[in-house]
């Protein structure tokens, strides 16, 4: 039986380095890479992308979308890690919890966007509620999240390990002040919001892990819903789930650290409430390279090639 073959756009990237490790080891699949000498020869990058069962983007926007244009091969099935297509409705988004029946939508299309790192923590978060009422569509929502460097690409990864020409000694920076970051649409789009909400990033002097902040005040949901119905409902929302864990309720540790999941493709989420004052807050932790880029990625690519009948974590140490 032949194995499917992979071909990865821009595997010399962050994301794409991390889906190959992570790949590493497997003999149900054919990687496929461009020669180095080889890799702006756009001859070679279109025969390679119209000849392998699944090319994999790891590109920016506009690069994904001239490599999309390449592909003339109706039966190459892409997965996109870029911002281009999250939000296009002729791609399925591939975060596989999103609904019950994401993973189905997935293995049968040809066309993926793999989600964002913030916005998979935001929507595991609020899709859920959303959908099931406890909060309404309209609610003005604010999200505050804290990544580690690597999530910012090349530039600020060398800027915060002193390798680039603007190196950094701040150890947290707030950025996307102008409050109209790219990833604001995909949040509102599959969390099922009516706006989109009010987000402010951050990065921290950590390579890698996140937490994603949602406050709430109750006395803006609809009558009857407290912190423990929330809790509630994201805990059935995901009862079936491999990948998402929702953490006791009633355990309230004194810390919350972002960088308990690196390596793995695993996300907790977390529901804190003050009872006496009506407020909550909504906490997602995960790996931003692990299940919010390349964990997500690799469990992407078993869903749409039919590899997905073995069970596999995705981790970095497996």
């Known amino acids: 039986m032949n194995r499917p073959r992979l071909?990865?756009?821009?595997?010399?990237?962050?994301?794409?380095?991390?889906i190959r490790a992570r790949l590493a080891g497997r003999d149900d699949l054919e990687l496929v890479s461009i020669a180095a000498e080889r890799r702006k020869d756009e001859d070679e990058r279109a025969r390679l992308l119209n000849g392998v069962d699944l090319a994999v983007l790891c590109l920016p926007d506009q690069a994904a979308r001239d490599a999309l244009a390449m592909i003339r091969n109706p039966a190459v099935k892409v997965l996109d890690a870029s911002t281009a297509f999250r939000v296009d409705a002729d791609w399925v988004y591939g975060f596989a919890e999103r609904d019950p029946d994401q993973p189905d939508r997935i293995r049968a299309a040809r066309l993926v966007s793999n989600p964002g790192c913030y916005p998979t923590g935001f929507i595991a978060l609020m899709r859920p509620l959303v959908t099931a009422g406890c909060v309404s569509a309209d609610t003005p929502i604010s999200v505050?999240?804290?990544?580690?460097?690597?999530?910012?690409?090349?530039?600020?990864?060398d800027s915060f390990e002193g390798s680039g020409p603007a190196p950094t000694r701040d150890a947290y920076q707030l950025y996307g002040l102008s409050l109209q970051h790219k990833h604001r649409a995909e949040m509102r789009v599959h969390a099922g919001l009516g706006q989109a909400p009010l987000f402010v990033p951050a990065v921290g002097r950590f390579a890698q892990g996140m937490l994603v902040q949602v406050p709430l005040f109750l006395s803006q949901l609809p009558a009857g819903v407290d912190a423990a119905r929330l809790h509630a409902t994201l805990a059935d929302w995901y009862r079936a789930c491999r990948f998402v864990e929702v953490m006791p309720f009633a355990s309230v540790p004194a810390t919350l650290a972002p960088e308990a999941l690196n390596g793995s493709n695993r996300m907790q989420l977390f529901v804190f409430a003050n009872e006496a004052e009506r407020t909550a807050l909504l906490v997602a932790r995960l790996d931003n390279l692990g299940k919010g880029a390349s964990g997500a990625a690799c469990q992407n690519i078993d869903l749409m090639l039919g590899l997905d009948r073995v069970e596999r974590d995705y981790s970095l140490a497996a």
């Open 7 to 18: 071909f990865i756009d821009g595997e010399a990237g962050t994301t794409g380095l991390q």
């Open 144 to 157: 505050h999240a804290i990544s580690g460097y690597s999530g910012g690409g090349r530039q600020m990864i």
